[in-house]
Structures are given as structure tokens and as C-alpha cells.
């Protein structure tokens, strides 16, 4: 099982990019699928997560600002960012909660990819 990220890049404060990320290999089910970020000297931190039946949480410095969303079929995770900060510059990572065989999770991480804001 792979996550396979893309998107990110460089953008000017107050812009928006788009990140994705799709799993792909031997896949029997996902369940929750989200984003995480790390800035350098800092701790990794929850973005937003998307179960299967598309509830979704934020961070709260996020709310309003970003969009996280899911293709099932596609086994796609995606993340709209919006009125982006120099504060949201970091290192996103794309994770879920994947059951190769049967119903037995494991937890699985993508790349990573950089996404920075400039002011």
C-alpha cells in the first residue's frame, strides 16, 4: 500500500493551493483519511481528517480556510487551501487508516509535500 501526495508549491499570503494524495496496492478498505502538517522546529499536527462516511474535522487555525474532501472510488484524499498564511508553511502529509486483507488497519503515510506561504 502506497499514499501518493501532490499539489503544494510556493504561493503568495492570501492565495490557495490544492493538495491530493491516492492510496493505491492491495486496498480492501479505508477508513478515515486526513492531513497532517510539520513546520520546521515544531511538532506534527493535525490539518483535517475525513472519515469514510465524510464527517470531517479542523484544526481550529484552519476552519474556515480549508476544505478537506474524498473521492472513494477513487481512494483519493483531497485538501483545498484558502486564504493561506505564512503560518501554514510547512510540510503537509497526506495519512490514512487502510485494511489491506480484510478488516485489520494499519496506519499509512504519504511523502510528503511542501507548501509555503509567502507574505
Known amino acids: 500500500v502506497q499514499l501518493q501526495a501532490s499539489g503544494g508549491g510556493l504561493v503568495q499570503a492570501g492565495g490557495s493551493l490544492s493538495l491530493s494524495c491516492a492510496a493505491s496496492?492491495?486496498?480492501?478498505?479505508?477508513?478515515?483519511m486526513g492531513w497532517y502538517r510539520q513546520a520546521p522546529g515544531k511538532q506534527r499536527e493535525l490539518v483535517a481528517r475525513?472519515?469514510?462516511?465524510?464527517?470531517?474535522n479542523y484544526a481550529d487555525s484552519v476552519k474556515g480556510r480549508f476544505t478537506i474532501s474524498r473521492d472513494n472510488a477513487k481512494n483519493t484524499v483531497f485538501l483545498q487551501m484558502n486564504s493561506l498564511k505564512p503560518e501554514d508553511t510547512a510540510v503537509y502529509y497526506c495519512?490514512?487508516?487502510?485494511?489491506?486483507?480484510?478488516?485489520?488497519?494499519?496506519?499509512?503515510w504519504g511523502q510528503g509535500t511542501q507548501v509555503t506561504v509567502s507574505s
Open positions: 495519512n490514512a487508516d487502510i485494511a489491506p486483507v480484510g478488516y485489520f488497519y494499519d496506519e499509512y
Open positions: 475525513i472519515t469514510s462516511g465524510g464527517s470531517t
Open positions: 496496492g492491495s486496498i480492501f478498505s479505508i477508513n478515515a
